[in-house]
């Protein structure tokens, strides 16, 4: 296991960091603020209080590397540098949308970014991504694939399943396992047994797995690192876990802490490991600049808004065109 | 004692009434005890049953749903739900090969009771993966009952006689039902299993659907009365064994059909309605059966499209002309126009 | 130039072309490289193209498929085998939810040029688990096609077209087939995908069938000759698309149609057929359409039960003389009975 | 891990796992010297050279307990006492069989021995006895349900997310693999990552797990044994993973070492490790006496055989029986 050399890092990476956070935290405000307008029709999974994971993962994919995830995708698809004028438009369901409307939420791709796609059956996009890396090694292609799933998602047995085969042919896969200790309202202590280890399962495959606590964007960057040269070295898969938490209601715009399936208090710790504030608090921003780079933010999140509103929806003969290729 | 309550409710309190009279009874499906309680028909259930009654789930559909044939096949009498059709792709292997089988090929020695609840979806851009309507892949399998309710009443009396049946039975829901209303006794009651349900009486043409299709069924009907036209409404509720009688036998008076799928239009239900009514009763046909299903494509998420997705009342009242060879409906006649949820209440998310 | 060849040998060729002509195809399944390939279908491929070409897999059907559809949708063009259709529902999500609509809920961005080669298998006693006919299930789903070829000419053909497709491709292979023979060209070509191929042409009725019922089409063809009875032999070929218009034409021409289906006789392919005729050609029809499948139970494994699930020639004869509305075949005539093994030098062991 | 106390056995309990043993053997040559006959018209998967884990395992189920099989079963249902008439009218298809004849070999089927049936979709099996193991827990039944398995089987999803299960719930199941190296033609080193560890699999999923010689009937007797007073002290289930060999093909009756697909010498190697004659050695039983009993097991295997070629072949009516209940 590799040592993480924590908080080294300088200052202008943690400053690229903080703003990747921060931007994908304020689109997915503006998409819950705006979500009771009734105009995106269709179910939205925020990751509001997991973007460090996001950020800090996506900050080492290069040109070549590819990631793919599954329902809760937004903040993958902007720490990747997806078009978030095409994501809105996709949840507007208009025809300028990544997926020309057809998708919604649950279905944002940039391949100009390196998403290949993201789908909501739960673990299926873990079998489709490894089967992207294996043809990178086929076809004696260069990059990393990053498959982004969640505690849930390990309890499918496509996951096993899919650790197996990336271990068998040492393909370059970067297993992200966001563990926010929920799968839609039930915890993990009644879905998984206590002596359960989402990282001995990678080893017990052949995999090399590492974890580290994922509302620290500097420690997820570092691991992030560790793990990918890790891989290079050896050419093979790796798994890393991050410990997170889910702030919102598993699905849809709304705080739901009311509903009691969490324990007291629970939200409130982990709102107070909020990635962002520590890494502001770290870089010892200060309050006017930070609501500058707040402004900035929210003007350019607010023209894409306009944007996705004013847009067409796609017209008829789209509805029976891309069926087939 | 009747009264007007909801499909959700009607499935609630059917299950309530199994777990009260049948100890074997148990519950399970992800997210049956969440707060949200499968749209409303499990709410509830784990305070009044306890935690050795009704389950929650890894999301780990096939093994859990051989789980549950080996439950069955040991004693219990599980209920086990999917939040969406398509989650139980995943354990389809079990049903088809194993659950619909097991029976068989025992030499009887062995059986399964086992309920599937199935929802499927519609509307608030649910999107390629979370609205399909798969239906005629569990019907084509012997072994299996697929059953389709189409309101409160046929929703209660069929579960129960799903849950009573000794064999694997899938059990549909619309969700565009959950929310609709009709008379429901308070006592249990259960309903033949491969019986049609004629909703209403006619003589112009014979009307054929299940599950949602019989909200639209009942629309047009209404609109037809004004036009003095009186279809034969009727509702398959069980798409295996399918109850090809009633309909022949109704096909006779009318001597016309129309069939209304729910799901994609090649190789479904109303292609079966169609080829059995025509090899068994060609010379009491009028004119062409006809069917009509929802757009040969995935279903997308946005609403402009969406909408286009499914047989409008329009599309159906064109339908209707065809089979009745003439023209009913003035040219300037406004159909109400298809909305992506079933009511203005609904707003999402899922 | 042709000869004639095996259809295992006409896959095996394809293969082989593919492999050469096309460096981004591989083969993949389990057994693939195995002494056995696949009923000879894959025999020495790893010798010729390597390991990097041609692989086994671990008995992981449903990551397999997922696997298979992202090196699909990453530039390579898979050609995937599983030895038995059963085995493939583990992995039947991948192909119903995602393959099936991955070009269409990308925006038309990506797609899954993907072949999967299901083989059916029949007879010596394979039983419940090892020789259902489940195409009706891929055939519903928009988004994939489906071929069924009939022939080792059809076969070659076919599976060049399947390959050549940028659509995610179902490819049933008959394993009664692969022994049969027939003329097949030395170099690459492709037959149309959603074209019928009419068989023989004839002017009495329609008889439909596609993969392994053509054997029996021609079979019965041959022996009602001697009745100076000429059916016109359609072969439906590709499951989705169906090409409805030849068999329109052709009900148009005869009048009169049945259907030979190699599944259950229940939602199936044939129900499809017969309803879209009634509904397109009912004026042309002289007496009701039949359909026959097989009986519409888990298939047993003892010969004495199995023989019984398919349609003999017999039944089929039977069915001949409900849409000719008269008698043909003298009582006294006596029709080959079902065999467990397609020829006699078959023993097993699967 | 338990210590296992070798050969310490009584000479009674080892007399009658090598009748066990050698009983299986004989039925099994049988069928293969009979199947050229062509009357056994199903594909067969016979155990011969892996007996020594059916009998060791069996060996300790009482009437309360149940197991479960997948295609290669015949050896399973002899060791946990199934009847060898019924088991051989199956294969010969005929209404006396287990299943009628409807199943064959692949569907044995005897409860009163406690086998509630075996299928040959690879892995489907485990979660079908893990659903077992739970309705025994729900109903307070006593019992456990024994799973067997193959190397192969552990590749399946299913197995995972049926050890996660099992786990969850304190489930009395008995997991017994059979690694016997091969998947049909496919050495395990081609299917699973050299580092890949079936034990630590279940371990990674919270159950734990033993492993031993599965050529040594005294060891699977011992460890099973082991095995499960563990499960019963603590109320959970338990993974035991045997290695082993088939002698004969992967499906018929004949040898198939001239096909190349295993290693010169490997075959022998494991022969050489015979559970039986290790056994037979061990008990110095002498030449007479092990030849009575060969004879007397052939008589009432024979005059089996002779039942079941005699037996009726269900008749029309059995076609649409049984499809429903
Ligand atoms: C196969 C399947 N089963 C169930 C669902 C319903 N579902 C949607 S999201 C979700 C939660 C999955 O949990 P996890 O993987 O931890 O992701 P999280 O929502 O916590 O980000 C579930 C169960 C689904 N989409 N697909
Ligand atoms: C789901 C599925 N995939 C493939 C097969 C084909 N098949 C039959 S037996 C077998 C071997 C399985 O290997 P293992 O579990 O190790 O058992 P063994 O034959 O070695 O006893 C396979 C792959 C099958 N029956 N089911
Ligand atoms: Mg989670
Ligand atoms: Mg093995």
């Known amino acids: 296991m590799p040592s993480i050399p924590s908080y080294k890092m300088d200052q202008e990476t943690k400053y690229e960091l903080l703003h990747s956070m921060l931007f994908i935290r304020l689109v997915e405000e503006k998409i819950a603020e705006k979500y009771s307008e009734n105009q995106m029709r269709c179910p939205v999974h925020l990751s509001i209080g997991q973007e460090a994971i996001a950020s800090g993962v996506c900050a080492h994919l290069s040109p070549n590397d590819k990631l793919i995830s599954a329902h809760r995708s937004h903040a993958h698809y902007l720490a990747a540098g997806g078009d978030l004028k095409a994501m809105l438009c996709e949840l507007y369901g208009k025809i300028d949308g990544c997926a020309k409307g057809k998708g919604g939420s649950m279905h944002l791709i940039d391949l100009e970014a390196g998403l290949i796609s993201a789908v909501p059956i739960v673990g299926s996009s873990i079998a489709i991504g490894t089967g992207v890396a294996w043809s990178n090694r086929i076809q004696k292609l260069d990059g990393i694939v990053a498959i982004f799933l969640g505690d849930g998602a390990t309890e499918e047995g496509v996951f096993s399943e899919s650790l197996d085969f990336a271990a068998l042919h040492d393909l370059k896969v970067l297993f992200v396992c966001e563990n926010n200790h929920y799968s839609v309202y039930t915890h993990i202590s009644e879905r998984q047994h206590s002596k359960r280890s989402i990282c ?102 607010l023209d894409a808004f306009k944007h996705a509103e004013s847009s067409q929806f796609p017209n008829e003969s789209e509805l029976v065109s891309d069926v087939y290729a | 004692m009747s009264r007007i309550i909801n499909f959700n409710e009607a499935i609630l309190e059917a299950t309530e009434e199994i777990l009260t009279n049948h100890s074997n009874s148990i519950i399970v499906g992800l997210g049956v005890p969440d707060p949200k309680g499968i749209f409303g028909t499990t709410l509830g259930l784990t305070e009044k049953y306890g935690s050795n009654r009704v389950y929650d789930m890894p999301t780990a559909e096939n093994a859990m749903t051989g789980i549950a044939i080996g439950a069955a096949i040991n004693g219990l009498r599980p209920i086990m739900t ?262 203005q209440s609904f707003t999402g998310p899922f």
């Open chain 1, 200 to 301: 001995d399962i990678a080893r017990a495959h052949g995999i090399t797995s590492f974890s580290a606590e994922g509302n620290e964007v500097v420690e997820v960057y570092d691991l992030t690192k560790e793990a990918l040269s890790f891989m290079n070295d050896n050419a093979c898969p790796v798994l890393v876990e991050f410990s997170t938490f889910r702030w919102r209601e598993h699905c849809g715009p709304n705080w739901d802490d009311d509903l009691g399936y969490r324990k007291d208090g629970e939200l409130k710790n982990w709102m107070d490991k909020c990635s962002i504030k520590s890494l502001r608090d770290n870089l010892g921003i200060s309050d006017t600049r930070y609501l500058n780079l707040v402004n900035e933010l929210n003007e350019m999140i």
């Open chain 2, 82 to 343: 999917h939040q969406r059709v398509e989650f139980s792709l995943l354990g389809i292997e079990q049903l088809i090969n194993q659950a619909a089988k097991w029976h068989y090929m025992t030499g009887g020695k062995s059986r399964v009771p086992l309920v599937i609840r199935l929802i499927v979806g519609r509307g608030w851009g649910q999107g390629p993966q979370h609205s399909q309507f798969l239906e005629p892949i569990f019907a084509h399998v012997p072994g299996l009952k697929v059953l389709c309710p189409s309101s409160a009443y046929e929703a209660k009396g069929l579960l129960w006689s799903a849950f009573n049946d000794d064999n694997p039975v899938i059990f549909f829901e619309h969700r565009w039902l959950h929310s609709t209303k009709s008379i429901v006794p308070e006592t249990p009651y259960s309903l033949p299993i491969g019986k049609c349900n004629i909703v209403e009486e006619g003589t112009d043409f014979t009307l054929v659907s299940y599950s949602y299709g019989l909200t639209e069924c009942r629309k047009i009907a209404k609109i037809l009365k004004s036009f003095d036209i009186h279809p034969e409404i009727v509702d398959i509720r069980s798409l295996r064994p399918i109850d090809h009688q009633t309909i022949i036998e109704s096909v006779k008076k009318t001597g016309r059909l129309l069939c209304i799928d729910n799901g994609w239009s090649h190789m479904n239900i109303a292609a079966e309605i169609i080829s059995n009514v025509v090899t068994e009763t060609f010379k009491s046909l009028k004119s062409p059966p006809q069917r009509i299903g929802i757009a040969d494509v995935p279903i997308p998420s946005t609403r402009s499209l969406a909408n286009l997705v499914y047989p409008s009342l329009k599309d159906i009242a064109h339908k209707i002309e065809t089979i009745m060879e003439r023209k009913i409906f003035p040219d300037q006649f406004s159909f109400p126009e298809n909305q992506d949820v079933p009511d």
